[in-house]
Nanobody
Framework: QLQLVESGGGLVQPGESLRLSCAAS????????IGWFRQAPGKEREGIAC??????????RYADSVKGRFTVSRDDSKRAVYLQMNFLTPDDAGVYFC???????????????????WGQGAQVTVSS
């Protein structure tokens, strides 16, 4: 079974950057679309970025709230997907999750989608 582990979270000040990693084990990532989701306290989980499998050209999608600031990328040779987050604001704070899907044609940002695997989450705190 594909297992995902997020890392790279932490505490940063507004305007700073962080890079999250989603490391996979158990299976090759080549055929999996990977989504990034976040959940702030008291709020529903929201999709913020995703990248389709390399066999689906690795196309990307972003939520409007992060477009232009966040970049998702993948390195299948390392079984990893990354989320580069720039110009962070307090609204970006929350627990960030990655999730894998090999059934759909392309990646999606719907947290209610039946993903095959979720990571345990990484905390991101943005505060001065």
């Amino acid at each position: 079974q594909l297992q995902l582990v997020e890392s790279g979270g932490g505490l940063v000040q507004p305007g700073e950057s962080l890079r999250l990693s989603c490391a996979a084990s158990g299976f090759s990532l080549d055929y999996y679309h990977i989504g990034w989701f976040r959940q702030a306290p008291g709020k529903e989980r929201e999709g913020i970025a995703c990248i389709s499998s390399s066999t689906s050209r690795g196309s990307t999608r972003y939520a409007d709230s992060v477009k232009g600031r966040f970049t998702v990328s993948r390195d299948d040779s390392k079984r990893a997907v990354y989320l580069q987050m720039n110009f962070l604001t307090p609204d970006d704070a929350g627990v960030y999750f990655c999730a894998a899907d090999s059934i759909s044609s392309f990646c999606n940002l719907y947290p209610e989608h039946r993903f095959e695997s979720w990571g345990q989450g990484a905390q991101v705190t943005v505060s001065s």
